[in-house]
C-alpha cells in the first residue's frame, strides 16, 4: 500500500483517510475494542496493519484502552490514540477521558457512531458521546462528511498537543466511514487552529521582577508540577535551582523533575507529601510555582497556603493563573522556555550576582527538619511492611517505568520511588482505581525494551484486571506488584481516623480471588511475599523473570499512610508526624544499610 497518494485524486472511503491521516500524524499504535458501527474503520486497519504501517493493540476493555493511551502518551509526550464503537463502547471511553483531561494528557479519541440517517433516532447503540463528553475534553468533533476527515484529524493532534494538551474526541458515523470520495490529504504545514496561538516570550520588565523577588527572598521554595514534566523542563529547572540555590518540592504529577535524593528535593508536598515539604510551604517567603495549579490536595486550607509568602506563577494556560491564588508576578508561557529565558538574562547581564548565602540558614532549617521528621518505613516481626517493599523495589530498579494505580499504595509509591522524568504515571487530578494495569500496557508497548513496574492494591486491581489477557497476547514484560492489605486501605483510613471507624463496605477479603493463581490462569507467573526475611530473594525473582510476573504482597492490613494533613487544615497541621520524630530507628537511611545484607 502506497500511502504517498498520486497529485491526481483518487476515490477512497472515510475509513481510508482516517487511517492515512493517522500515518500521517506518524502514530505509530492504536489501543481499541472493535464493534458494529467502528467496523468500517476496523475494516481498513486490517489492511494498513498488515502492511506494517501501524500496529493495534487490542485490549479487553474500553477504559482499559483509553488509559493504555494515556501510560504510551504520558511516558513519550507524543498523543496516546484510542479505538471504541458507539454506544457502551464510547461511554466506556468516560473515565479515560476524564482521566486525561485532569491530568493534561495528549489523547485522541476515535468513536464509531450509528450512521447519519439514524442520528437522533434512539439506533441501537446510538448514545451523544459528543455531547456526554463536553465537559471533560480539550475539544470535539462530529464528522459529518468523510471529505473533512483529513483536516480534522490534523486539527485534534494540533489541539490535543498544544499548550496545555488533553484529550479530543472524533465521532464517526458508520456510513461516513464506507462512503467514498475524491480524496486530497490535508497539508499539515497549512494548520492553523482558532485558539491554538503561540505564546509570547516573557518580558524583560517580567523577568527583573522575578529577580528582585529572589534578591529580596531570604526563603525561596519551588513549587514544580506537571505542567513542567510536559515542559521537558528538568534540566533547566535544575540549574535554575542550583544557582539560586532553591530547594524544590513537587506534586504528585511533577515527581521526577529532579532526582529525589538530590539536597535541594524535599520530594512531594500537600496532603501525603513529607513533613518538610509542607513545613517549608508554610514557612517560604517566596513560592515559585512552575507548572502548577494549586490544587486542593497541595494546598491543604486555601488561605493559609504559603500565607506569608510572595508568588511568581508560570504555566502555560491562562485559566489557571490566579485561579485559586493571586500571585505577584504571573507569566504565560511554556516553563522550559521561560526559565531559559531567566537563566539566559543572567547570564547576560555580568553585573548580576547573586548570592546564595541568603539562602544558607534556610537551607540548614529545612535539612533540620528532614532530619527530625524523615519518612519511615515501618518494620514488623511478623508483617511485611508496605512502605519496605516499595522502597527495595525503588532501589533495585532505579531507571523503571512505574505506574499506580490510587490509594496508599499510590501514596506510598509517591514517597518512597525516585524516578526519572516521564517515568511516572499516576491518575493524579481524578484519582482513577483501574488505572495502573492499563497504563502500564502503554508504556510497555511505547518502550518495549525498558522495565515497566505496575504498584496497585488489592482493590485496584480488581478494577480491571481483565487487561492481564492483552499483557499475555502481546507477551509485554510488565511487572504487577500488589500491596494486599484486604481493604480499600485509603478509604478504610479515612474511615478510622474521620467516621467513628466505622467501616462500611471498605473490607475487600471476603470474594477475592487468589491472585497467583488469577494470574497462571492468565500464563503470567504468579509469586506470592508474606514474611520479611523473604523480600529480597522473592523481589529479585519477581524483577529478573524473563516474561510478565505478577507478585501478591501481603502486607500489615492497618497500616497508615502518613504524613497526612486532614481536610480543612493547613500543610503545617499533619496528622502522624509525632509518629516520625520519635520512632527514628526506621529511617530509610538505616533501612538502606539492611536491605544490603538481607
Not at 215 to 221: D, V
Not at 340 to 348: F, K, S
Not at 465 to 493: C, D, F, H, S
Not at 545 to 574: F, I, R, T
Request: glycine residues 8%.
Amino acid at each position: 500500500m502506497n500511502t504517498n497518494l498520486n497529485p491526481k485524486l483518487q476515490e477512497v472511503t472515510g475509513a481510508f483517510a482516517l487511517m492515512d491521516s493517522l500515518i500521517k500524524n506518524n502514530v505509530k499504535h492504536v489501543f481499541g475494542y472493535p464493534g458494529g458501527a467502528i467496523l468500517p474503520i476496523y475494516d481498513e486497519l486490517y489492511k494498513w496493519e498488515e502492511q506494517g504501517f501501524i500496529k493495534h493493540i487490542l485490549c479487553r476493555h474500553e477504559q482499559g484502552a483509553s488509559h493504555a493511551a494515556d501510560g504510551y502518551a504520558r511516558s513519550t509526550g507524543k498523543v496516546g490514540v484510542c479505538f471504541a464503537t458507539s454506544g457502551p463502547g464510547a461511554t466506556n471511553l468516560v473515565s479515560g477521558i476524564a482521566t486525561a483531561q485532569l491530568d493534561s494528557v495528549p489523547l485522541v479519541l476515535i468513536t464509531g457512531q450509528v450512521s447519519r440517517p439514524f442520528i437522533g433516532t434512539d439506533a441501537f447503540q446510538e448514545v451523544d458521546i459528543f455531547g456526554i463528553t463536553l465537559p471533560i475534553v480539550k475539544h470535539s468533533y462530529v464528522v459529518r462528511d468523510p471529505r473533512d476527515m483529513s483536516k480534522i484529524i490534523a486539527e485534534a493532534f494540533h489541539i490535543a498537543r498544544h499548550g496545555r494538551p488533553g484529550p479530543v474526541l472524533i465521532d464517526v458515523p458508520k456510513d461516513v466511514g464506507l462512503e467514498k470520495f475524491l480524496y486530497e490529504p490535508f497539508n499539515l504545514s497549512n494548520i492553523q487552529v482558532l485558539g491554538c496561538r503561540p505564546f509570547m516570550k516573557a518580558k524583560d520588565n517580567q523577568i527583573i521582577k522575578i529577580l528582585n523577588l529572589l534578591y529580596e527572598s531570604s526563603q525561596p521554595l519551588l513549587y514544580i508540577g506537571g505542567g513542567s514534566i510536559i515542559s521537558g523542563a528538568h534540566q533547566v529547572i535544575k540549574k535554575f535551582a542550583y544557582y539560586f540555590q532553591i530547594p524544590i518540592c513537587t506534586t504528585l504529577m511533577g515527581k521526577g523533575i529532579i532526582d529525589e535524593n538530590d539536597s535541594l528535593s524535599l520530594g512531594m508536598l500537600g496532603m501525603h507529601g513529607t513533613a518538610y515539604a509542607n513545613f517549608a510551604v508554610s514557612e517560604c517567603d517566596l513560592l515559585i510555582a512552575l507548572g502548577a495549579r494549586f490544587d486542593d490536595r497541595v494546598t491543604g486550607k486555601l488561605d493559609e497556603f504559603a500565607c506569608n509568602a510572595k508568588v511568581i506563577h508560570i504555566d502555560i494556560d491562562p485559566a489557571e493563573i490566579g485561579k485559586n491564588r493571586v500571585p505577584q508576578v504571573a507569566i504565560l508561557g511554556d516553563v522550559k522556555d521561560i526559565i531559559t529565558q531567566v537563566l539566559n538574562y543572567v547570564n547576560n547581564n555580568p553585573d548580576f550576582v547573586f548570592n546564595s548565602q541568603q539562602t544558607c540558614s534556610w537551607r540548614d532549617r529545612i535539612a533540620m527538619w528532614r532530619d527530625q521528621y524523615p519518612l519511615l518505613t515501618p518494620k514488623h516481626v511478623s508483617n511485611l511492611s508496605p512502605q519496605e517493599v516499595i522502597f527495595y523495589l525503588s532501589q533495585i530498579q532505579p531507571e523503571s517505568y512505574f505506574t499506580t494505580d490510587v490509594g496508599q499504595h499510590q501514596m506510598w509509591a509517591a514517597q518512597f520511588v525516585n524516578v526519572l522524568p516521564r517515568h511516572w504515571m499516576s491518575s493524579s487530578g481524578l484519582g482513577t482505581m483501574g488505572y495502573g494495569l492499563p497504563a502500564a500496557i502503554g508504556v510497555q508497548v511505547a518502550h518495549p525494551s525498558e522495565s515497566v513496574i505496575c504498584i496497585s492494591g488489592d482493590a485496584s486491581f480488581q478494577m480491571n484486571l481483565q487487561e492481564l489477557a492483552t499483557i499475555i497476547q502481546y507477551n509485554l514484560p510488565i511487572k504487577i506488584i500488589i500491596i494486599n492489605n484486604k481493604w480499600q486501605g485509603m478509604v478504610r483510613q479515612w474511615q478510622q481516623a474521620f467516621y467513628g471507624e466505622r467501616y462500611s463496605h471498605s473490607n475487600m477479603e471476603k470474594g477475592a480471588p487468589d491472585f497467583v493463581l488469577l494470574a497462571q490462569s492468565f500464563g503470567i507467573l504468579g509469586l506470592q511475599l508474606e514474611h520479611r526475611h523473604d523480600m529480597n530473594t522473592v523481589l529479585h525473582r519477581f524483577i529478573n523473570h524473563d516474561g510478565p510476573c505478577l507478585l501478591n504482597c501481603k502486607v500489615k492490613e492497618e497500616e497508615n499512610c502518613y504524613p497526612m494533613v486532614a481536610p480543612g487544615k493547613s500543610n503545617s497541621q499533619m496528622i502522624g508526624i509525632s509518629k516520625l520524630a520519635k520512632n527514628k530507628n526506621s529511617s530509610t537511611l538505616q533501612l538502606k544499610v539492611e536491605i544490603d545484607s538481607l
